[in-house]
């Protein structure tokens, strides 16, 4: 069964430090995601990424984050400079058509962050 | 305003009872569609069934089924005779069709928590 991987499973950092998630989607998927789910709360979507460039993102997504696809098989989320607040479990997903809004999403097993 | 709403936080339940997750969604389009994912203790979201706007039949598989109702813009997911390994928090979502090309955004619940006591 294919699965979506993420590196690190979990990740301790300083406030103000940068910090890279590192995702391996399936391999014949176009559409990639990141998600993120504060400790007990809902999972909200951050980002969007097809064709090599950001198709959506939401109001969470500031200046502070940025994603690329560097070598057509890892997708990366960066923080420049992490708060408190973004202590969070960081989901990658992937997937396949274009159909859309139809997508089934399969998840990673998702990095936890932890911002001190 | 929620587009998915959960109201139960967490069940406890019996092993073997049924138990029902529910799930209310709101949006505007005619096309949507809808999603539950398990989350296990492991961390992990795992996804177990879609269904589009226009496909109204409920939906069994094994020991789970859906029922969706546009009447009342519901969808919930139903355990019969629960296991001890069904423990999890349950997420509804809701995607919206938005084009071709732009991939799509989950619009999550909150999550419920189930526990089943052996």
């Known amino acids: 069964e294919p699965e979506v991987t993420q590196t690190p499973s979990h990740q301790v950092t300083q406030m103000g430090q940068e910090v890279i998630l590192r995702c391996v989607p399936i391999s014949n998927h176009l559409y990639f995601y990141w998600y993120r789910q504060i400790l007990g709360q809902k999972v909200e979507f951050l980002v969007s990424?097809?064709?090599?460039?950001?198709?959506?993102k939401s109001e969470i997504f500031d200046d502070q984050f940025s994603v690329e696809r560097p070598d057509g098989s890892n997708f990366t989320l960066k923080i420049r400079s992490t708060k408190l607040e973004d202590s969070a479990m960081y989901f990658c997903?992937?997937?396949?058509?274009?159909?859309?809004?139809?997508?089934?999403?399969?998840f990673g097993a998702g990095s936890r962050l932890t911002v001190l | 305003a929620q587009k998915v709403t959960q109201a139960q936080t967490e069940i406890s339940v019996v092993e073997k009872e049924d138990v029902t997750l529910d799930c209310v969604y709101e949006?505007?389009?005619?096309?949507?569609?809808l999603f539950w994912y398990k989350q296990p203790p492991s961390g992990e979201l795992v996804f177990l069934i879609r269904?589009?706007?226009?496909?109204?039949q409920n939906e069994i598989s094994g020991r789970y089924s859906w029922n969706f109702q546009k009447s009342t813009s519901s969808f919930n997911f139903t355990i019969t005779a629960s296991q001890v390994v069904d423990s999890a928090v349950y997420f509804c979502?809701?995607?919206?069709?938005?084009?071709?090309?732009?991939?799509?955004?989950?619009?999550f619940g909150t999550g419920t928590s189930l526990t089943v006591i052996p």
């Open positions: 269904r589009n706007s226009f496909d109204e």
């Open positions: 949006t505007r389009d005619t096309t949507y569609y």
């Open positions: 979502a809701l995607s919206e069709a938005q084009g071709l090309g732009t991939g799509n955004q989950f619009y």
């Open positions: 997903a992937s997937s396949k058509n274009r159909e859309s809004g139809a997508n089934v999403l399969t």
């Open positions: 990424f097809y064709n090599n460039e950001i198709s959506e």
